[in-house]
């Protein structure tokens, strides 16, 4: 199984921002410890409310900066939103940064959820699933390189082409089954947006709907994220205490072991690893260090 671990954008829980530097050295060091991905996410900002939070540099820049500091590590999305780009740009940027990265990213993809957002910029949510759907199979067929010609609900190609540039494997992220099934016809991988906890059942609806898409098992290779504080389990629980989390945090390198054997067993691919109590925030930076070790990284 491999291990990613994700861009921290701010600490936690002070919400401090993280610098581009911060975020480009951090993914540095993650290749020098042997994680085998690091991942950004794309938001242009998070707020429910109250005041707007950074959510770090803009993920196609970063990560192609990224590319130029690392030789082996993948470098990925996770995931961009598909409403915020038109679909023969994005695959314009990804062809690129696929080819100067020497084939080591992934394209994840996801439909959206962050509705201030949608609000602030005047974005239609509307039949969000059925826009992302045909947003996949446009971006998919783009991917190809040949010339694509599409009359769909939401989105017209006329011979529309992106010539040049490298092939990135292409992730969707999804919970639901139609959106499962989705990434069962056309992706490359797929991963679980949210909790891990359900898995094992979402697992079973890929295999099931590759199957049903006429794809061999395990065409689409698995993911999901968790996160993880590597501290005493006094501190964790008092942090976890003042700052209650929305979703499981594995405290402590033992609970973190278990936690990667696990989901390696449930038959998951690969588990991205945020270090904090939310997803995207970082602790401290001794957590990917602690990590490495915990996970005998350099074994």
């Given at each position: 199984?491999?291990?990613g ?19 480009v050295d ?46 082996r ?14 679909p023969g ?11 100067l ?117 395990g ?16 501190e964790g629980?008092e ?9 499981p ?6 609970q ?30 001794d ?10 990284m350099?074994?």
């Open positions: 199984m491999k291990l671990v994700a861009i921290p954008q701010r600490m936690w829980p002070s919400q401090e921002e993280r610098s581009f530097a911060e975020a951090f993914a540095v060091r993650a290749e020098a410890l042997g994680f085998d991905t690091v991942w950004a996410s794309d938001h242009y900002f998070l707020g429910f409310g109250g005041p707007r939070l950074s959510v770090g540099p803009e993920p196609m820049t970063l990560l192609s900066f990224i590319a130029g500091r690392t030789a590590i993948g470098l990925g999305t996770m995931v961009l939103c598909a409403p915020l780009r038109p740009a994005l695959v314009r940027e990804a062809t690129a940064l696929a080819d990265s020497g084939g080591r990213f992934t394209l994840g993809l996801g439909a959206g959820w962050h509705q201030p957002e949608f609000e602030a910029f005047a974005i239609p949510t509307d039949r969000l699933y059925s826009r992302f759907e045909e947003y996949v199979e446009v971006v998919g067929a783009l991917l190809t390189g040949e010339p694509v010609d599409h009359e769909g609900t939401y989105f017209a190609l006329r011979a529309g082409q992106v010539l040049g540039g490298a092939r990135p494997r292409l992730l969707v992220a999804a919970a639901g089954p139609r959106m499962i099934a989705l990434a069962a016809r056309t992706a490359d991988a797929w991963s679980l947006p949210g909790s891990y906890e359900h898995l094992g059942a979402r697992l079973a609806q890929l295999r099931h709907a590759e199957a049903a898409a006429g794809r061999p098992a065409t689409v290779t698995s993911g999901c994220g968790a996160a993880a504080l590597l501290v005493s389990a006094e629980n942090l976890l205490a003042a700052n209650p989390p929305p979703t945090v594995a405290v402590g390198s033992e973190l072991r278990s936690l990667v054997d696990g989901l390696a067993a449930e038959g998951c691919d690969e588990v991205v690893l945020h270090f904090s109590g939310a997803v995207w925030t970082g602790y401290r930076d957590q990917l260090d602690l990590a490495a070790a915990a996970l005998d350099g074994a």
